[in-house]
């Protein structure tokens, strides 16, 4: 072997161990598009912030494609060491205790400070246990608010509905004499049944939303949700209200084309909506309720997902991992991700410093869904832990698309998705055995 | 003819091996692990499991979603493996006619096959698109308000006609080989006994046929019910809803999006056993009954 060959082998060792002192994590995620740069950017700059650790991003397409591909993962003993799982998967990974190490945990034990009241109301309590102890860092977080189309609103001479009997009764016949379809959504599990259930502060299930217990029963077949269902199917048939199927795109878009007036979709579209070129103005405002529910309408669940710091690494890579949590809480990063993408900052002193940098002022409608999150809270409002959650929203998925094809009625509807739900929910209960 | 054969038994042993393990490795262990996991209702990260016995099995059968869904699959593959099979047939006998311009026609013919399932059923999204589908649009102009990915029946035909329109190809290409291997001496004496183009055809060229027509079929139901995943998936574009959708895309919804790792296990082994019995019938009775020239 000759001299030079020897001085680059050693050359080479020299740089792999200089690199080697950098620890290396990985985040798994499912945020595509636009979201999915923002994440790109945000570890950007985490990684250049700090010259201790080296974060690497993974795409791993949809929530539960990501959740499926952790969980298989984990199984193989390669699990990343930050994965993102959304609301509906919550049960699932946090029912696996010793699959994830509790945030608050996590950061407590490399010295990070941690006090949950920090975070907003909103997003306290969603992916913790049942005493309280936080246990997912909440992520993108998001709940369903109302986007409308202003000059639609004007051409109408109409104001953004406060209650669904205002809509019934005067916005949406105006819209509909105006030419428009006055009202779509995106997701019916998510925007007109979970939160449904947290605005009017009704029980989605026992024990206390499911969070005390695995014998939980879901609590969906009640009066206030058939009634609401019943008006849906009235208003398409009336065409007050139209529904494109399952996809949360294909109801999306009729409204970004000029042609619904209402769109009911997260707050996290904000960024999206906001970066496109739409032809008319929008905004956004609080999701209605039902004045024969409740007068005292209550805030709306935190949506999204949370990232859960994965078990089975080193001391050193869960330090690194407690070090980006650290970042990705700080008021700077929130605020960078929430004007980014719409998604709420989840801390109170992020909103104050959006707040403090006059945000608001230009984009009122980004206020919407921390506002709503942060209205007064009540007994049911805090979240729900149901297993197998993901199969129990394709159930109500099923036969909501049925109820509003006309395959099937609103009480045959309910009823079925209260058996199978129930059906799940002890099948979960045996999975935990 | 002479029978070659080994004299020690170790040596085919040996070279047979690779294989063995392959299949071993590949098909055997999957499967019995599948039958295992069928009968516990275990947590997805491996934590927590619950011996159920064939709970996992009485579920289905008593689920009225799960028949729903098995009778639609019956009907889906009996739709798909009827039009690819008739299409491609009518196909075939006209190209076998078919003198000048006969490999272009076959080859354009031919080109559908090298399209991916999923790509097949992204074309018919795209067909279908609500708001400006060519087909959908197609629909409109009899006032039918064409609607994919809510109306059930729009759906599965959206489906169908993806599914039949990707395999027609394959099926072409067989039976045009098959009508080519015809002797011309049979079809001569068809031609001064029958007259009728369509009689020489259901009694000389179909039942010289036969032999390929059944492996096609056998091949096209094992593609309507299985190879068509991609198709189904990217049709209701991965959210179930109230689309229909075939056996083999539940397993996957139930084990890949719901982790029901018991539940998804108990229909795979369904799926196993019907698999199973359509291999026998495919070598006991068919094989039998049909003479291959």
Redesign the interface.
Known sequence: MSKTTLISVAASLALTTAATAQTEIELWHAMGGALGETVNQMVENFNASQGDVQLTPVFKG?Y??T??AG?AA??AGEQPNIMQVFDAGAA??I?????TIPVQTLLSENGVAFDIEDYISGVRYFYADSDGKMIGMPFNSSSPIMYYNVDALEAAGVSAPKTWEEFQETTAPALAKAGYIPLAQSHLPWIFTENFHSRHNLPFATNDNGYDGLDTKILVNNDAIKAHFTALSDWKENGLFE?????WG?NQ??FE?GKVAIWLGSSGSFGGLAKKDLGFDFSATFMPYWEAVTTEPTQTFIGGAALFAMSGHSAEENAATAKFFEYLSSPETQVFWHKETGYVPITEAAYDMAKAQGYYNEQPAAEVGIQQLSLDAGDNTRGYRMG?Y??IR?VM??????I??G?TSVEDAFQNIET?AN??LA?FA???? | MKRAGFTTVSLPVFLLLPQLVIIAVFFYWPTVVALQSSFYLQDPFGFGSTFVGLQNYADLFTSREYHRIASFTVVFSVLVTFFSLAIALLLAVKADKILRGAKTYRTLLMWVYAVAPPVAGFIAVIMFNQSWGPLTQFFGMFNYTYLVGVNFNDTAFAMVLASVWKQVPVNFIFFLSGLQSIPRSVREAALIDNASAMGRFWDVTFPLLAPTGFFLLIINITYSLFDTFGIVDTVVKGEPGNNPMTLVYKVYVDGFRGNDLGGSSAQSVILMVLVLALTIFQFRLIDRRIHYT
């Open positions: 949809s539960e494609e959740l499926t969980i984990f199984r699932t990974v029912g696996a205790e010793g699959a529904w494109y199927g399952t996809g294909d878009t009729p084309e197998f993901v199969q394709d998925n099923r036969e909501y698309g049925r509003l094809t395959e199978e059906q799940l099948r045996k999975t935990q055995g």
